[in-house]
Nanobody
Framework: QVQLVESGGGLVQAGGSLRLSCGAS????????MGWYRQAPGNQRDLVAI??????INYADSVQGRFIISRDAPNALSLQMNSLKPEDTAVYYC?????????????????WGQGTQVTVSS
């Protein structure tokens, strides 16, 4: 059972910075990809940034150039958020994906943290 725990959310003024962290535990299997999603009230949960096991990174257009995702350890993830805007206000969720290739085929697993609130005031 993989468990993801986020930390680092809070209240910040527009233009400020926050750093979110996520740790995955509870499994001996390799986490292949990890990322961050966010969900504002009334909105869907949208991808913020994701990093693959090989290190390739994709950012949402809305955060490109402002946010930096980092795989600090195989099962640890961070998101440095700079130049924050009020529209960044949301609950941020850590995400992990695990792909297990066995003789019977591939098994895919998705894991989600409980979320951490980020509020950016204007």
């Amino acid at each position: 059972q993989v468990q993801l725990v986020e930390s680092g959310g809070g209240l910040v003024q527009a233009g400020g910075s926050l750093r979110l962290s996520c740790g995955a535990s509870g499994t001996i299997f390799t986490i292949n990809a990890m990322g961050w999603y966010r969900q504002a009230p009334g909105n869907q949960r949208d991808l913020v940034a994701i990093i693959s096991e090989g290190g390739s990174i994709n950012y949402a257009d809305s955060v490109q150039g402002r946010f930096i995702i980092s795989r600090d350890a195989p099962n640890a993830l961070s998101l440095q958020m700079n130049s924050l805007k009020p529209e960044d206000t949301a609950v941020y969720y850590c995400y992990a994906h695990r792909t297990i290739v066995e003789e019977l085929g591939r098994r895919e697993f998705d894991y989600w943290g409980q979320g951490t609130q980020v509020t950016v005031s204007s």
